[in-house]
């Protein structure tokens, strides 16, 4: 089975600070997407990334800036954190089939 | 502009009925469909993918319908159980290789016994 994992189930941030949210994936999977998820807004595609060094920007990429080093791993960067990006924020993995297989996911709460 | 509708309302039925969720999409030619189920707090989970040419996609008591004309795609679930009760996610792909997909916002589905 696909196991994607991110590094943190809850965190909390003072505003103005350096976030990194980290994804790992174990199927050696090309492809590598972050969302968030808000009430009422559903799940938002923040980057993603085709292959090891490739970002691409999202629907939503303001704010945020993404690494793709090594293949297994995707983080997602948020230079100096707002109370506006107090979110859900879900990783997820594709090969070479369409099917998106996805982390827990992080509740981020900016304070 | 392009959008994915799905039930912001959730859908309440009875132990054993069959549950039908809708997906409509407005200025789209989607190349395929998918359908996530997601549980509070947690990530979606991948259950049935639908290619522009098919017309209908079964897997155990889960049934998908694409009708391109119409631009909607139907979810059922038959014989439906309080484990079944979870928001219902539909996702769209303009095209397969490397494409994103754009999700709707989800339908919750709560089963009572």
Not at chain 1, 82 to 88: A, H, I, L, P, Y
Request: a positive charge; one cysteine or more; glycine letters at 6%.
């Amino acid at each position: 089975d696909v196991k994607v994992t991110q590094s943190s189930r809850y965190l909390v941030k003072r505003t103005g600070e350096k976030v990194f949210l980290e994804c790992v994936q174990d199927m050696d999977h090309e492809n590598m997407f972050w969302y968030r998820q808000d009430p009422g807004l559903g799940l938002r595609l923040i980057y993603f990334s085709y292959d090891v060094k490739m970002k691409e920007k999202g629907d939503i990429p303001e704010g945020y800036s993404v690494s793709r080093e090594k293949k297994e791993r995707f983080s997602l960067i948020l230079e100096s954190a707002s109370t506006n990006q107090t979110s859900m924020y879900l990783c997820a993995s594709r090969g070479y089939q369409e099917t998106q297989y996805f982390g827990p996911g992080t509740r981020l709460l900016v304070l | 502009s392009q959008k994915i509708e799905q039930n912001s309302e959730a859908l309440n039925i009875q132990e054993g009925k069959t549950a039908t969720l809708t997906c409509n999409y407005t200025n789209y030619s989607p190349a395929y469909l998918q359908w996530y189920r997601q549980d509070p707090g947690r990530g979606p989970v991948f259950l049935l993918l639908i290619r522009e040419n098919e017309k209908e996609k079964r897997k155990e008591r889960l049934k998908v319908t694409f009708d391109t004309t119409l631009k909607q795609s139907l979810f059922h679930i038959t014989a439906s159980q309080p484990a079944d009760s979870a928001t219902y996610l539909c996702a769209l792909s303009l095209n397969s290789g490397y494409s994103t997909l754009t999700f709707g916002k989800g339908t919750m589905l709560l089963v009572s016994p």
